[in-house]
């Protein structure tokens, strides 16, 4: 079955205590994005992947880093994550960026710092 | 740059009753125009998308969308709605000359389908 695997899809850490979350696609996309979506302000774009090696900052890039080493995986680190970072996360791919093509989201990963 | 706006938090809907959920956006360019839609404790599903040729834009569940260039609109509509329609409903867009741009989406509408 074609998907985007997120894990985990809860988590519960304490402030400054580095966390990764992962992101697997079995579509051979291209491009692959980080989503936070929080009440009122819909989804806004964490950063983004072209392709292996290619990331780039979407709208609010501070506190987070990812990586593209392989096609399929595209995780995201949070090194000293804060409380204003708890949110909701969404890890998507798409075949090519640029082009008509939509998303496919993952199920989403339910982070609370405390 | 690219942005959506969806003015409506909420929108109630008697079942069976047609149902509009609306969606302005802009571009600098051309756009392509999607709607998602999220059920609890879930991710984004597609729904439908508009790239060109036809204004009308039929997608899953019987949803339907029209895009409106002169107006900048692409809302989403169904003639008869049902309960289990309740979800929240993201329309987004992506310039089609915006490069990496990735998909800019609105902040979302609630859609609460009374029985």
């Known amino acids: 079955e074609a998907q985007v695997t997120q894990n985990p899809r809860y988590l519960i850490t304490v402030t400054g205590k580095k966390l990764t979350v992962t992101c697997s696609q079995n579509m051979n996309h291209e491009y692959m994005s980080w989503y936070r979506q929080d009440p009122g302000l819909g989804l806004r774009q964490i950063y983004y992947?072209?392709?292996?090696?290619?990331?780039d900052k979407g709208d609010v890039p501070e506190g987070y880093k990812v990586s593209r080493k392989e096609k399929r995986n595209f995780p995201l680190i949070l090194e000293s994550p804060s409380p204003n970072q708890t949110s909701l996360y969404f890890c998507?791919?798409?075949?090519?960026?640029?082009?008509?093509?939509?998303?496919?989201f993952g199920s989403g990963t339910r982070l609370t710092v405390v | 740059a690219q942005s959506v706006a969806q003015p409506e938090d909420q929108v109630n809907v008697a079942e069976g009753n047609p149902l509009t959920v609306k969606c302005t956006y802009s571009?600098?360019?051309?756009?392509?125009l999607f709607w998602y839609v999220q059920y609890p404790n879930r991710g984004l599903q597609f729904l439908l998308k508009y790239i060109t040729g036809d204004n009308l834009v039929k997608g899953s569940y019987g949803f339907e969308a029209e895009f409106n260039k002169s107006q900048t609109s692409f809302h989403l509509k169904k003639p008869s709605a049902l309960v289990s329609d309740s979800a929240l409903y993201f329309c987004?867009?992506?310039?089609?000359?915006?490069?990496?741009?990735?998909?800019?989406f609105g902040k979302g509408t609630h859609l609460i389908i009374q029985p």
């Open positions: 992947s072209m392709n292996v090696e290619v990331t």
């Open positions: 998507a791919s798409s075949l090519m960026s640029g082009q008509g093509d939509g998303y496919t």
């Open positions: 571009v600098s360019g051309n756009p392509y």
């Open positions: 987004a867009v992506r310039d089609m000359g915006g490069g990496a741009d990735g998909l800019t």
